[in-house]
């Protein structure tokens, strides 16, 4: 515009700089330690095997002794071990009828009862460690694990593969005197007999067979007890008898008569009879 001009406008200029107005700075003392980082871990730090890092503390309480691990597993996966001691069941009874004709025969009954208590503390285990997520799959579970045991177990323990000498820890008297009394009672023809048969009564089949036949003679040929895939059960027994019996033609025919024989609380009872056979 007129009457202005470049040397009327302010210009901005470089600030003088002046000593006495600076701000004083603190300085350590030289006997004032200072902080330096550590080269390598406490002392008292524990450090893993092969290594200078330094544990946490969180990895030194998962740390679990070799001798505890299986037991700290278990009772993580209680449920993966209670089905594998069922399937393993009859791995277990085999290994048991091994050991029955083994020297150490003795220990078979001990280590029984031992796996049985094994199973029983797992399938505890099994369902206290369920019971707070549900109670009908704590229930279902259980009664889950008891049928599969069973059926496994049933046709190592139940089918009977023939007939085999008993075992020396089953005893002397293996029911010999209870078949000898109802084979006698046959010949005598007096009747009764009933207290030895395990129902309390005189089976209704043998009583028909024996009616129209006459026992004159029997004598004991064999005892023994019944061969199964588990360890042979000496509380169960059979008796082979070589008879003498005359029919309705008064011919005297040689026959073989088996009796069965179970120990019960009340001591040896008959369970069935066989015969007479030809």
Known sequence: MPGNSDDDVPRWELPVYDESEEVPRWTPGREVPRWQPRRGPAPSAATRPGSSIPISGRERARRVSPVAWPFVWWAAHPWVVLWAFVFLAPASVLLLRVIDESSFDITVQPLAWLLVVVFVIALALAVVASARRSVARRALGGVAALLAVGMLLWPVTRVTLGRVPCPARAGNDLGTQVAGRALQAWRSRAGGGD?????????????????????????????????????VDGTHTWHEF?????????????????????LGREGWKITAIEGPLP
């Open 195 to 231: 207290d030895l048969w395990r129902r309390g009564v005189v089976d209704e089949g043998w009583r028909e067979r024996t009616r129209g036949i006459r026992l004159t003679e029997f004598q004991l040929a064999e005892s023994g007890c019944w061969e199964r895939a588990a360890p």
């Open 242 to 262: 070589r008879v003498t019996v005359q029919g309705a033609e008064r011919a005297s025919l040689s026959k073989i008569v088996l009796v069965h024989t179970e």
